[in-house]
């Protein structure tokens, strides 16, 4: 089998592993923008019995399964993306420490903006909107849910161990966090009211 | 290849690439093409310590393993002079382990640590051509998962202590205590990683460039989040790892990488006509 | 076109990323271990025609690049990571034929301290910890790790070369070395069937 350049290109993009523009193509395969459009044809052709496809996304060529095929993958890498990431563990630990709270509260803690976090939660049934704050903005409060107990193998809120020290040292530094964000000129409380 | 790689083996080798005294006995058995199994051992020991010698005129470090070799190959070659040992059970101490019977070839046991090294030497050697074939090879790492496939969350799958762990980690990343300082280092480190996650997309983007509308965060956005935003467009702009282009009155600003060799210039030319855009050819 | 087998089994190797064994494929596509022995046989007469290729490899199947294209896509990726040195291949080496063994075994026939060599291949995920032998002072035992067969591009342990056992004294001192081992509890030559 003769090293083409469908083929070369289809070696590129499946090692890859994410989007290659035209001009990264044609630079390593040392060919002029023509052939190379005329390769990914060829290569799509080739492919139209493939589970998998070429598909043109940010700018690039990328190869990917075909939706078809998205049960079959979902059920092997799902157990995988399963487990909660860094992030989604620091601020569902923050929302069971301190519930109900607001997402300024959580942010002010963490640090980092935590829309896509909190919507990760709830949408795995970690978390739930418990209401709303009464003051300027009524930012919505969070709070565990039993998804959440069972999830990390507890009966009750009351089953999560207690930190040793006095408790006020997570309440300090959340206050302190807010205080020098509102001196810094940032006023983190009132953004709620988007929502 | 040409037949003759037997000339002088003594010259020919570099002093100091063995890896220890059975790699360099076993350098010297081949080379002098040596009955392993009927070894001269005082050509093969008056060879290893000239190299020996020379290892240290060249100050290499030499292992303390070379030495005590040295000191087994005299050995070996003093009991290979004296006369058989007369027949006596007991008197024999030899330390072999030709106890009973005959006296055991004060070679023996040297002879049979070469020869299952070497072979395992062999074997280093074909593994050294599967390790070339497979690096010929490529994989691929995990595709991304879009998280499209809900499954119900697996009954403790994390402990509750995991989660007074991850209140702890917090707690001391964040540093309660002296307040002014923890909160100034606090929002530095944001905004540091505001900044790579900048570059790192800039870069990405090549000479291509980045839209500006596609750094800023999604709808309900938090505020602190477009303020870090510009401040660390600001401060890449200040240092020159970025530059940014607004082609029509009004229309996408867009934000380039400038490889670091390409810094200084650039820095130049901006200040005498205004937007440059690089090209990393 | 429709979802056959041959596809599924395609999509999930392509979307692994990791060699998959025939047990998860089995599961994943919910059919028969012939069956799916029978779509990878069919897969590979598919993809004769591609710069891609299904490798048998750690123990699992595995999409991989055909060599022919090495120079290509060598270009475009960071290279793989550094060659093994060669002080660390002769002890994976050596690992491998012996496992599990001690440091002290392996120091024995190499004839110079290993401590770093053994360190760096640990680092490599060449080797890991079986255990300790239970003899005075109990050592760790070291065994060689799936990462191992996939750098060496090995589907299973047995694909090592065998060892030439033709001249006697080696065969004696590897059954000396056995017989120790099995004194002390330790199987070592026993375990070619199970994969």
Redesign the interface.
């Known amino acids: 089998m003769p090293v083409d350049l469908p083929r070369m290109v289809e ?1 590129l993009l ?2 890859a ?1 994410e989007p290659l ?1 035209v ?1 990264e193509l044609v630079r390593t395969t040392e060919t002029e923008v023509e052939a190379l459009h005329a390769a990914i044809r060829t290569l799509r052709e080739r492919y139209e019995h493939s589970a998998l496809q070429i598909v043109e996304i940010a ?1 690039g060529f990328q190869l ?2 075909r939706p078809e095929y ?2 079959a ?3 092997l ?8 990431s860094r992030p989604a ?2 601020t ?3 929302i ?2 301190r519930q109900p709270c607001t ?1 300024a509260e959580i ?1 002010a ?7 896509a976090v909190l919507k ?1 939660l709830t ?4 978390i739930r909107e418990a209401g709303r704050k009464p003051t300027p903005g009524r930012p919505i409060l969070y709070a565990t849910t039993d ?1 959440f107990l ?5 009966a009750a809120i009351d ?3 207690a ?1 040793d020290e006095d408790d006020e ?2 309440a ?2 959340t206050e ?2 807010t ?3 509102a001196a ?1 000129g ?3 409380d009132g ?1 709620e009211s ?2 | 290849m040409p037949p003759a790689g037997v000339a002088s083996p003594l010259l020919t080798v570099q002093i100091g690439t063995f ?5 360099l006995l076993l350098h010297l058995v081949r080379a002098g093409r040596m009955d392993i199994f009927d070894l001269p051992i005082s050509t093969l020991c008056d060879q290893y310590l000239t190299y020996l010698r020379a290892m240290e005129e060249m100050d290499l470090s030499v ?1 303390g ?1 070379f030495f005590v ?1 040295a000191a087994t190959l005299l050995e070996i070659k003093s009991r290979m002079l004296l006369p058989a040992p007369p027949k006596e059970e007991g008197d024999d101490g030899s330390g072999g382990e030709g106890g009973d019977g005959e006296p055991e070839d004060p070679r023996a046991e040297l ?3 070469l ?3 070497g ?6 050697e ?3 051509d ?2 070339g ?11 991304e ?1 879009s ?18 762990r ?3 980690r ?2 001391a990343a ?1 540093g ?1 205590g002296e ?1 002014a300082v ?3 280092r ?2 530095k ?2 905004l540091r ?1 505001k900044m790579r996650e900048v570059v790192t997309l800039a870069e990405r983007a ?3 460039g980045l839209n500006l509308s596609r750094l800023l ?2 709808a ?6 477009v ?1 870090l935003l510009f401040l660390s467009l600001l401060e890449l702009l200040k240092v020159g790892t970025i530059v940014v282009a607004q082609e029509e009155f009004c229309g996408e600003i867009r934000v380039f990488f400038v490889p670091e060799n390409e810094r200084a210039a650039l820095v130049d030319e901006n200040t005498e006509e205004g937007m440059v855009v690089a090209d990393a050819g």
């Open positions: 070696a499946f090692a592993g523009t001009k700018g990917a399964t998205a049960p993958v979902g059920k890498l799902a157990p995988h993306a399963n487990r909660l563990l620091e569902v630990t923050i069971a420490y997402q942010e803690i963490r640090g980092v903006a935590s829309d990760t949408e795995r049934d970690m998804a069972h999830y990390f193998g507890m089953d999560l161990p930190l040292m997570m300090e530094a302190e966090a205080t020098a964000l810094a940032v006023r983190i953004e988007s929502r | 890896e220890g005294p059975l790699d292992a393993e070799m002879v049979r640590r020869l299952e090294y072979k395992y030497q062999g074997i280093a074909s593994l050294r599967r390790e074939e497979r690096r010929q090879v490529f994989f691929r790492s995990r595709a998962y998280g499209a496939f809900r499954t119900p969350p697996r009954f403790g799958e994390l402990s509750a202590e995991e989660l007074l991850t209140l702890e917090m707690l964040v309660a307040r923890t909160s100034v606090r929002q480190i944001t990683m090549g000479t291509e965060p999604e309900p956005f938090a505020l602190l989040e303020v």
